[in-house]
């Protein structure tokens, strides 16, 4: 297996996915550069396209900017301004929730680090990862469906699991790429790179890409 220059990799991807569409939390944080709104989309982004996730999160922020103002909402208004994210009424409950628990936990103020958010309701590493990187503009690396594939996919690691994937690309991938190798990689998966038939005829790094587990293509 052909060592992966990854600098080549992320410069040409980078550019190549300036013209796709951006995902819903990368918008979220250009319209209002707020992290509770990266937090709160992030959270209903799991298992949900993008353009559910934008309406929905548009809806929810028509009404909570601030986690008191989640707190002046029912389980039930909840449930009705995200619907119809995945396990929307889940995520109802953990937004109910996460004002109590930013202020028994955290006195009321967003944490930012990966082991602190992931203590909150409905936060899991991929979550926490997106906000400290997106929300607060720091080095971290989240790994979502995306990510694993392709970084495998390239022959850049061998592993099985997205944590897997996570600890080896904390120890590997260098620090400059932290903060976007996961929006460059999701908008590359979404409309390149798809997880069965890639477009590998079209794709701008084949020449650097082991193809590991590539069994058919267009």
């Given amino acids: 297996m052909r060592p992966v220059p990854i ?37 209903l982004s799991a298992r949900t396209g993008d353009r559910t996730t934008a309406e929905a999160s548009a809806r929810l922020f028509t009404k909570v900017r601030v986690p008191g103002d989640l707190e002046r909402l029912n389980i039930k208004e909840l449930q009705k301004l995200i ?15 996460l004002p109590a628990a930013l202020k028994e936990d955290f006195g009321g103020e967003l944490p930012r680090t990966v082991d602190e958010l992931v203590k909150l309701p409905g936060v899991g590493r ?14 971290a690396i989240c790994v979502d469906t995306h990510v694993h594939k392709i970084m495998n996919r390239l022959g850049y690691v061998k592993t099985t699991t997205p ?20 929006s460059v990689l999701v908008a590359f998966g979404q409309n390149l ?26």
């Fill in 7 to 43: 600098d080549k990799v992320h410069d040409i991807l980078f550019k190549e996915v300036q013209s796709y569409q951006v995902p819903v939390v990368d918008l979220v944080k250009v319209q209002t550069d707020d992290p509770f709104k990266v937090l709160l989309a992030t959270i």
């Fill in 163 to 182: 944590y897997d994937t996570e600890m080896a690309l904390r120890k590997k991938l260098p620090q400059q790429y932290w903060r976007t190798i996961n």
């Fill in 193 to 218: 790179c798809r997880p069965i038939s890639p477009k590998c005829s079209t794709c701008p790094v084949r020449q650097h890409c082991n193809r590991v587990g590539v069994r058919s293509s267009r």
């Fill in 126 to 139: 991929k979550t926490a990862n997106l906000v400290v990187t997106i929300g607060f503009g720091k080095p």
């Fill in 83 to 97: 619907y119809p994210v995945s396990f929307y009424k889940n995520k109802a409950t953990y937004l109910k929730r």
